[in-house]
């Protein structure tokens, strides 16, 4: 149950996109559809943002989006703002009922 | 509203026991999986443990096993981490939260946070 591998940052200026990877392995993300993101600002519960690789919770702004290939899922957000600077993690199912969360990635809108 | 309050943590020496408790309000107590994710000191987010909507399947993360359980109560609308032989590096906070969408968990609580130290 290795943790899936995120970068520590990642950055962009307002108005532009920004990708954040998240590699996993053959028996998570690459097993499942089941890839989540989420957002979390200090000092607050994490939001779920992306569920099953590409999917929107309501409410959820389309500027943020989901893909996946191979072992590695994404999550891009266009058109940053800068309220999207907080922090950004994945997370898989990863057979049997376990759950691998990335190292987790902050976004910074320069 | 939606919600999910943890109580139970503190201050335990190694080796020792504690029980974290995680009441939900707001939705069906039965319809959903449930889950402990932890995040220590300077670290990211960790998963801990699952159970089903009738508590009878569970599952853990493996540096856990055989020290935690995770149970529920459905009539309470409680779910519980009981956790033994504690070490330091379970020093960390710890969220309940509810598992939708393939294991994507849309509901946490507020973290309650367990200090493992002598």
């Known amino acids: 149950q290795s943790a899936l591998t995120q970068p520590p940052s990642a950055s962009g200026s307002p108005g532009q996109s920004v990708a954040i990877s998240c590699t996993g392995t053959s028996s998570d993300i690459g097993a499942y559809n089941y890839v989540s993101w989420y957002q979390r600002y200090p000092g607050k519960a994490p939001k779920l943002i992306i569920y099953?690789?590409?999917k929107r919770p309501s409410g959820v702004p389309d500027r943020f989006s989901g893909s996946k290939s191979g072992n590695t899922a994404s999550l891009t957000v266009s058109g940053l703002q800068a309220e999207d600077e907080a922090d950004y993690y994945c997370s898989s199912h990863a057979g049997n009922y376990n759950v691998v969360f990335g190292g987790g990635t902050k976004l910074t809108v320069l | 509203e939606v919600q999910l309050v943890e109580s139970g943590g503190g201050l335990v020496q190694p080796g020792g026991s504690l029980r974290l408790s995680c009441v939900g309000s707001g939705f069906p107590s039965n319809k959903d999986w449930m889950g402990w994710v932890r995040q220590a000191p300077g670290k990211g987010l960790e998963w801990v443990a699952n159970?089903?909507?009738?508590?009878?399947?569970?599952s853990y993360e493996d540096s856990v096993k055989g020290r935690f359980t995770i149970s529920r109560d459905n009539v309470k609308r409680t779910l519980y981490l009981q956790m033994n032989s504690l070490r330091d590096e379970d020093t960390a906070t710890y969220y309940c939260?509810?598992?939708?969408?393939?294991?994507?968990?849309?509901?946490w609580g507020q973290g309650t946070a367990v200090l493992v130290s002598s």
């Open positions: 099953e690789v590409t």
């Open positions: 939260g509810r598992w939708v969408y393939h294991f994507g968990m849309d509901v």
């Open positions: 159970i089903n909507e009738d508590g009878r399947v569970t």
